[in-house]
């Protein structure tokens, strides 16, 4: 008998099926043998058992799981299943030697319940099923045989026959259609993951041909704004705009790229954090500091808040803590129109760092809310043309998040003029530092930090 790989693998599983029911057949076995012992006898009973009980322990330790299957051990197999099948069936025979016809017709029960527990513990392969299925076929033969010995009429023996057909039949019927529906749903699995490996594939490849892009365009870009900004100092008048818009355009190109190469990075799995001390203090007043002008250019007022209780130190990733801060107090600034924007740092019950920004602009939809975070999205279709941007922003800083075993998330009232906190949360230092110690000193040991971004209600339409 030639098998083919596949065939091996659904013996394999059918296998793994019958470890799994083992334990149940040998309890059934033993619950058959009470109920028939007193009526046949315990010794023959005693036989019976001790036969089915050693052939379930012999399968059991003869073909180990972990062991994979040879053409060899599928045959010793297929005779295994087949010997078990026969041994655990041979009950229904005592029947007619109990109760006569009566015990015949009660044997046939048995086969038929017996042969639907064929039907579901091989559906995984055809060879295992006509194994299993075979004895109770030649058992119900003889049973018929043994049913005309004890006086059963001829007209019972026939019914009873048609009957035995009728099971088989069905049996038959009924395990092709559980194997056509497992070969669809096993090549459905197959497609479906060939689609996810050339989606994968697709977006690697993406990925590594913006990186690419990004990176070669990026020396070029950087050529053209130190030449806009050598023309910037020494122009004067209408040359001096010009200069300044080329500077302007070369920094949003610039921007972009930066974007993403990030995005790229992100999405191919090769984005790093480090964990360095810092001081959190000064980083967050340069945030200010550096959008502190553009505030005041909307008439908004940029406040900080809590700043005397923060500690000075801890430990993170301080590059990309400004990079996200930076995409935060951008679209805080961007899209509210009056009142403030507010950077407050608190701690929460646990002694960690929260920093939180807040702006009180229009809220957004939960259709918006819903692709707020989707790359190249942007929170309504006039965002791009009236402020710019890429949809890129929070979609990165999301991601930042967490790499840094953090996560970024939104929500937003729309009932009124709010606050919109985005929450970072880091381990301080165990330690106070000595006040005259060097900076990167004052911490004893770098201690774990992480952050946790929570954007509860990001007021305004975001990029």
């Known amino acids: 008998m030639i ?14 099926e019958r470890r799994r029911t083992s334990g149940a057949r040998i309890i059934a076995a033993f619950v058959i043998a009470v109920m028939f012992g007193a009526f046949v006898g315990w010794g023959l009973i005693a ?10 322990l012999y399968e059991r330790y003869a073909f180990p799981i972990a062991q994979p299957l040879t053409p060899k051990s599928v045959r010793l197999l297929l005779w295994t299943t087949a010997l078990n099948g026969a041994a655990f069936a041979s009950i229904a025979l005592v029947g007619p030697l109990v109760d006569g016809p009566w015990g015949a017709t009660g044997g046939a ?16 392969s055809r060879a295992m099923f006509w194994a299993a299925l075979a004895p109770f076929a030649a058992l119900m033969v003889l049973l018929l045989i043994e049913a005309r010995w004890v006086g059963a009429p001829w007209s019972s023996v026939f019914s009873m026959a048609a009957a035995g057909l009728m099971v088989l ?54 050529a053209i704004l130190a030449g806009a900004d050598d023309l910037r100092r020494s122009a004067h008048g209408p040359e001096a705009a010009k200069a300044e818009l080329i500077a302007e355009a070369g920094a949003m190109m610039r921007t972009l790229l930066n974007d993403l190469l990030d995005q790229a990075k992100l999405q191919a799995g090769r984005m790093s954090v480090e964990t360095i001390p810092f ?56 899209f509210t129109e009056a009142g403030a924007v507010t950077l407050r740092i608190g701690a929460d ?16 939809d939960a259709e918006d809310l819903e692709r707020l975070f989707t790359p190249f999205e942007q929170a309504s279709t006039g965002v ?63 201690s774990l930090c992480w952050w946790w971004m929570i954007m509860k209600s990001i007021g305004g339409r975001l990029a």
């Open 279 to 334: 001081d959190l203090r000064h980083l967050l007043a340069q945030q200010l500091i550096f959008w502190r002008a553009e505030a005041r250019r909307k008439g908004l007022r940029l406040k900080l808040e809590g700043g005397r209780s923060s500690p000075h130190w801890v430990s993170g990733d301080p590059t990309r803590l400004r990079q996200i801060l930076n995409n935060l107090l951008s679209n805080a600034i961007k």
């Open 109 to 124: 029960w048995m086969l038929a319940g017996a042969t639907c527990y064929v039907v579901l513990a091989n559906i995984a």
């Open 384 to 446: 791009a043309r009236t402020h710019g941007g890429t949809g890129l922003g929070l979609a990165i800083s999301r991601d930042l998040a967490r790499l840094m075993d953090g996560d970024l998330t939104a929500e937003s009232p729309q009932d009124k003029a709010h606050a919109s906190p985005l929450s970072c949360r880091c381990r301080s230092p165990s330690r106070r530092s000595p006040p005259n110690t060097p900076p990167f000193n004052r911490i004893s040991r770098p």
């Open 349 to 364: 019950k646990d002694g960690r760092v929260v920093l939180s920004v807040q702006d009180t602009g229009r809220g957004l």
């Open 3 to 16: 098998m083919s790989p596949r065939d091996i693998e659904d013996i394999a599983a059918v296998l793994r």
């Open 169 to 222: 039949g069905v049996a038959g019927a009924l395990w092709r259609a559980g194997a056509l529906a497992r070969a669809r749903e096993t090549a459905a699995r197959d497609e479906s993951e060939r689609r996810r490996l050339e989606a994968e594939s697709a977006v690697a490849a993406k990925s590594a041909f913006i990186a690419v892009v990004s990176h070669e365009l990026r020396t070029p870009i950087s």
């Open 47 to 56: 036989a019976w058992l001790t036969a089915v009980v050693l052939l379930q």
